[in-house]
Nanobody
Framework: QVQLVESGGCLVQPGGSLRLSCASS????????MGWYRQAPGKERELVAA???????NYAESVKGRFTISRDNGKNTVYLQMNSLKPEDTAVYYC???????????????WGQGTMVTVSS
């Protein structure tokens, strides 16, 4: 059994910064691409940022220049550094891994439980 566990969500003022973390549980040997998604109330879930196993990244236009995704392959952990936060960044943020390898097993499309980010004064 594998899990992704997010942390770091909280209430922050506009213009502030926040760092989200997503750690994998289980004796994972490796993970392919990892990403952060978010879902605001009444809206569909959207991709925020993604990073491949070799470090290539892509971002949603709305967060380019403000958010930075990174990963620590040794810890099978992915981070999202969020700067210059805006009220429209308010959402539940979810971590995703497209493939996780544990021994001979492959787990596909694994999601975390989400962490709430609220940007408000």
């Amino acid at each position: 059994q594998v899990q992704l566990v997010e942390s770091g969500g909280c209430l922050v003022q506009p213009g502030g910064s926040l760092r989200l973390s997503c750690a994998s549980s289980g004796r994972i040997s490796s993970i392919n691409a990892m990403g952060w998604y978010r879902q605001a109330p009444g809206k569909e879930r959207e991709l925020v940022a993604a990073v491949t196993s070799d470090g290539n990244t892509n971002y949603a236009e709305s967060v380019k220049g403000r958010f930075t995704i990174s990963r620590d392959n040794g810890k099978n952990t992915v981070y999202l550094q969020m700067n210059s936060l805006k009220p429209e960044d308010t959402a539940v943020y979810y971590c995703n891994a497209d493939k996780m390898y544990l021994g001979l097993r492959t787990y596909r499309d694994v999601w975390g439980q989400g962490t709430m980010v609220t940007v408000s004064s």
